[in-house]
């Protein structure tokens, strides 16, 4: 059977529809109005919002040159990361673009004293009534309500700029961005009512050929720190580099990481570590409410996995303000970007910041305007100059939606057409970050449950370091497979994978079984900080940017998935197959393995 395709053929495509070059998004911007979401009302003339504006960073390709050489294994500068203040030199505007659109803000009332700086200057922040911002960008604003979920946004369709500016600037948000930044989690089951616990039941112990290593049969009905450590061979590894080595967890949305919860998980199923806890940092005012009955899943399954797996790691979560977005029947000061922009601005100030750091929120890709998508990409394209690796989970709903029923599906594009194409999710799409899916069962398959993210970007094209892989695999596609449904030149994810269902943790005292790409990125991730860990023992650098390393030097150290597929938009999916695929990329880590290629 060819490869990419597997049990089942994959089925004719849906439509044909020519694929639209990759092209820089213009200004003026103009959206249509996204699939799902209402204009409810008029938006509060006297609300204040908080704008950005994003100059354009004109070295940014030198930028990426350094991120390449230092991120290329077998680069005469592989590991020489650059600092932050190099890197701010390097991302820094024109003084012409300084000097105009101070001109402009200057013209609307605004002075220096009104306006916040990143270290930079490539980022200007400022918080102005709604009146004023439509006067500024030449539109109007309104509250818009999402059906299904009822949340609000302040946002608008479309904006504009004076001509001479056009050059100056690159995005201006809060304005076309109607994202709804979730987890990618999906729902908690009881442990005691486990519909799983029967399949260990006369199991024998699983041996992995490769490794040597015994998995427990109860990993297949239930994952824990050990059955990870089991199935990614880090058995017996002992972190020796804590004094140099750190790890993050990006928490968003008031989802509160419980430390009474992570000295329960610690009890249950890592004694050593009972005792141990994390750094709180709090970003834009984000709070971490230690009442155990506001423990939240999506928190605790990441730091008790994530921690667990890279104890004693020095270890630290991120609580970023931004719930809910706007309240139009609140006295809401402030209507805020979205969080993770908020904590990029935080984490890009910072001097040390954790070298591997795990995030299992995302959008749809379509839902981010490409200038805005762009922009939060080049922040995490300077994180990896700097020597940081950045996990995000790769979504749950295979090729958009985790439906395989067309008559049901829901994958319309939100450009006015409304015509069915894969949906890709963001970040995992940009091409800087290491993009996880998820895996399940020993041995290992491409998850079920739901279907693990994966596709092509729309927005990004295909980076240099995946060519010869995603070639191989599109070019063993059945000819005219899902012919229009997605870009085959842009970028493809996931990058790896990892279990993803069925983690035990603890939320409120009590032991839940938890599942999504929102696991796999932690578990991953506490993989990275362990290999981030040896070779510092070694006196060598952080791993930085892992992508490059991966899908070159270091793609013998993964376990290939090629069992499963992705389902979505009325569709199988792609396939896992031999090889790199878009559901479990180049598959699971074998750590001692990837130690001993990259150490």
């Known amino acids: 059977m060819p490869q990419g395709t597997s049990r089942a053929e994959v089925p004719t495509p849906l439509l044909n529809v020519d694929f639209l070059p990759e092209l820089g998004p213009p200004l003026p911007e103009f959206v249509s109005p996204p699939r799902g979401w209402v204009q409810h009302s008029a938006a509060p003339k006297d609300h204040n919002i908080e704008l950005r504006i994003g100059l354009p960073q004109p070295n940014f390709p030198t930028l990426e040159k350094h991120l390449y050489e230092v991120s290329d294994p077998f680069h005469e500068r592989y590991g020489a990361h650059l600092s932050k203040a190099e890197v701010d030199e390097l991302i820094a505007p024109h003084?012409?673009?300084?000097?105009?659109?101070?001109?402009?803000?200057?013209?609307?009332?605004?002075?220096?004293d009104d306006i916040v700086r990143s270290p930079a200057k490539d980022w200007i922040s400022l918080k102005v009534p709604v009146s004023l911002a439509e006067k500024m960008l030449d539109t109007t604003y309104h509250v818009w309500k999402h059906v299904a979920s009822g949340d609000y946004l302040?946002?608008?369709?479309?904006?504009?700029?004076p001509a001479d500016l056009h050059e100056h600037v690159d995005v201006v948000q809060p304005t076309t961005m109607f994202g709804r930044f979730?987890?990618?989690?999906?729902?908690?089951?009881?442990?005691?009512?486990?519909?799983?616990?029967?399949l260990a039941e006369n199991l024998p112990p699983f041996v992995n050929a490769d490794t040597g290593v015994t998995v427990n049969a109860s990993c297949n009905a239930t994952i824990t720190i050990g059955c990870l450590d089991q199935l990614y061979n880090a058995v017996g590894y002992v972190p020796?580099?804590?004094?140099?080595?750190?790890?993050?967890i990006t928490g968003y949305l008031e989802q509160f990481a419980n430390n009474q919860d992570l000295q329960t998980f610690f009890a249950d199923q890592l004694p050593e570590a009972v005792g141990s806890s994390f750094k709180f940092i709090s970003v834009n005012g984000g709070i971490n409410d230690q009442n155990l009955s506001l423990a939240g899943d999506e928190a605790n399954l990441d730091v008790q996995f994530a921690f667990g797996l890279s104890h004693p790691t020095p270890a630290t979560f991120y609580s970023t303000a931004g719930r809910p977005p706007f309240t139009p029947d609140a006295n809401t000061p402030t209507d805020t970007n979205e969080p993770y922009?908020?904590?990029?601005?935080?984490?890009?100030?910072?001097?040390?910041?954790?070298?591997?750091?795990?995030?299992s929120y995302g959008d749809d890709e379509q839902?981010?305007?490409?200038?805005?998508?762009?922009?939060?990409?080049?922040?995490?394209?300077?994180?990896?100059?700097?020597?940081?690796?950045?996990?995000?989970?790769?979504g749950d709903g295979g090729v958009g939606d985790g439906d395989a029923n067309p008559a049901t599906q829901t994958c319309q594009t939100n450009d006015g057409r409304n015509v069915t194409r894969f949906i890709p999710g963001f970040p995992a799409s940009c091409p800087f970050v290491t993009a996880v899916g998820g895996t399940a069962g020993v041995p290992e398959a491409a998850v079920s449950r739901f279907f693990s993210?994966?596709?092509?970007?729309?927005?990004?094209?295909?980076?240099?370091y995946q060519d010869k892989v995603v070639q191989a695999y599109l070019n063993a596609l059945p000819k005219g497979t899902y012919s229009g449904l997605f870009n085959p030149a842009g970028r493809a994810f996931p990058d790896v994978a990892a279990q993803g269902d069925r983690f035990r943790i603890f939320v409120g005292g009590q032991a839940f079984l938890i599942g999504g790409t929102s696991a796999s990125s932690p578990a991953f991730t506490g993989i990275v900080a362990l290999l981030n860990d040896a070779r510092l023992a070694k006196g060598q650098s952080p791993l930085g940017?892992?992508?490059?390393?991966?899908?070159?030097?270091?793609?013998?150290?993964?376990?290939?998935?090629?069992?499963g597929h992705n389902a979505g938009c009325g569709t199988p999916g792609f396939n896992a197959t031999k090889g790199w695929d878009p559901v479990t990329g180049l598959g699971t880590p074998n750590f001692f393995k990837l130690k001993d290629l990259v150490t």
């Open 95 to 112: 003084e012409e673009s300084l000097n105009r659109v101070d001109e402009w803000l200057a013209k609307h009332g605004i002075t220096e």
């Open 545 to 563: 940017f892992l992508n490059p390393l991966l899908y070159s030097k270091a793609a013998s150290g993964f376990n290939d998935i090629t069992i």
């Open 367 to 394: 839902t981010v305007p490409e200038s805005f998508a762009r922009r939060a990409c080049a922040g995490f394209a300077q994180l990896g100059a700097r020597g940081v690796s950045l996990m995000f989970s790769s």
């Open 453 to 464: 993210g994966g596709g092509f970007s729309n927005y990004f094209k295909r980076p240099a």
């Open 240 to 248: 020796q580099a804590t004094n140099k080595n750190q790890i993050g």
């Open 182 to 198: 979730k987890g990618m989690k999906s729902t908690l089951v009881f442990k005691e009512e486990a519909p799983a616990a029967n």
């Open 154 to 161: 302040l946002r608008t369709t479309s904006y504009s700029l």
């Open 341 to 359: 922009t908020d904590w990029l601005d935080f984490i890009l100030k910072q001097e040390n910041p954790p070298l591997a750091i795990s995030t």
